[in-house]
């Protein structure tokens, strides 16, 4: 790791509407079933992960000795783990992360909002957060922020909050062990979008062969999430967060589309209304986590059912000419 000397200051780019939906849209997308996801249809390319290493003082931070798998063509993928045990480690691990940013990595984290003042849920309510991190500077990590007023805020967090945020996060594999995934864009990356596959993957959104993926499965999500606040209980708000993550990377294809000449505007247009709809839904559920009024389970199921319906007939339209 010393090959790379360390700078106050790095930033990498945030790339064209496709890879940045790979990077910072498409990844947290946690709803549907991991086979489905493996097999294309949220991403235009996807490598599987695999952690071999069971015992946690055989964790690794020597970037020399990460895993490392070759996707397709858009990246190369890795996940490297992090032992922590007291403080000392914790910087250690923040050393190593901002050495594989400085070596163009973007980083892929999970870490827990509550510990971190900007945000909108600091000491509200538990919201884990999937987040890339792009840079950072001698006091802060740059992050791609959280939600708010339908948009995703960039902003940064200050090495103490990031590290105490990564270490309370209490979901992870292997205890005491913080874990990242690592991805680097490949130079002859094909930015044109594959049209054919594209609309498979869209084919196998709109008619699922089973109840338990595609659009089944966001439906059947958020009828749980409808039963969750009917009985006043807790439900995955990051879950419903990624919900509408979804629709904008979904609406980011469907521009990139419109302007290749794939799809007209107007559908591109539409869909925008599919997602301010999931937006008005995800305002919902914070609002019930917020005042715990059971009233808005209703309103959530009908909005739900009304928007999956609508979004059919747009991507229809689509796929068929």
Not at 194 to 205: D, L, S, V
Request: glycine letters at 6%; hydrophobic letters at 35%; aromatic letters at 16%.
């Amino acid at each position: 790791m010393n090959e790379i000397q360390q700078t106050d200051s790095v930033v990498l780019p945030i790339y064209d509407p496709m890879i940045k939906a790979y990077l910072h849209i498409g990844m947290p997308f946690s709803i549907l079933p991991s086979r489905h996801i493996e097999s294309g249809w949220v991403y235009q390319t996807y490598a599987q992960m695999v952690y071999h290493r069971e015992d946690p003082e055989d964790a690794f931070l020597d970037f020399e000795n990460s895993i490392f798998w070759e996707d397709e063509d858009v990246f190369t993928k890795g996940f490297i783990a992090f032992p922590v045990k007291n403080k000392n480690d914790k910087w250690k691990m923040l050393e190593g992360l901002k050495w594989l940013i400085k070596a163009g990595y973007y980083i892929y984290a999970d870490w827990d909002e509550y510990y971190v003042p900007e945000t909108p849920f600091y000491k509200r309510h538990f919201f884990r957060h999937y987040c890339l991190i792009y840079g950072y500077d001698k006091d802060h990590i740059y992050t791609e922020g959280y939600l708010e007023d339908g948009h995703w805020h960039r902003f940064q967090i200050t090495q103490e909050e990031f590290v105490q945020a990564l270490l309370e996060n209490d979901d992870r594999d292997v205890k005491g062990v913080i874990s990242v995934n690592t991805y680097r864009p490949r130079e002859n990356f094909n930015k044109r979008f594959e049209w054919k596959k594209g609309k498979t993957e869209i084919q196998n959104y709109l008619y699922p062969k089973d109840e338990v993926h595609g659009r089944h499965a966001i439906h059947a999500f958020f009828d749980d999430v409808c039963s969750a606040i009917e009985r006043g209980g807790e439900f995955p708000i990051q879950s419903v967060s990624i919900a509408y993550e979804h629709k904008i990377m979904m609406l980011e294809r469907i521009r990139f589309l419109s302007e290749e000449k794939i799809c007209s505007k107007e559908i591109a247009d539409q869909y925008e209304l599919i997602k301010k709809g999931f937006y008005t839904i995800l305002c919902g559920c914070m609002k019930y986590k917020v005042t715990g009024k059971t009233a808005w389970a209703d309103r959530i199921k009908t909005k739900t059912e009304d928007l999956l319906i609508t979004e059919k007939v747009i991507l229809e339209r689509m796929v068929n000419g």
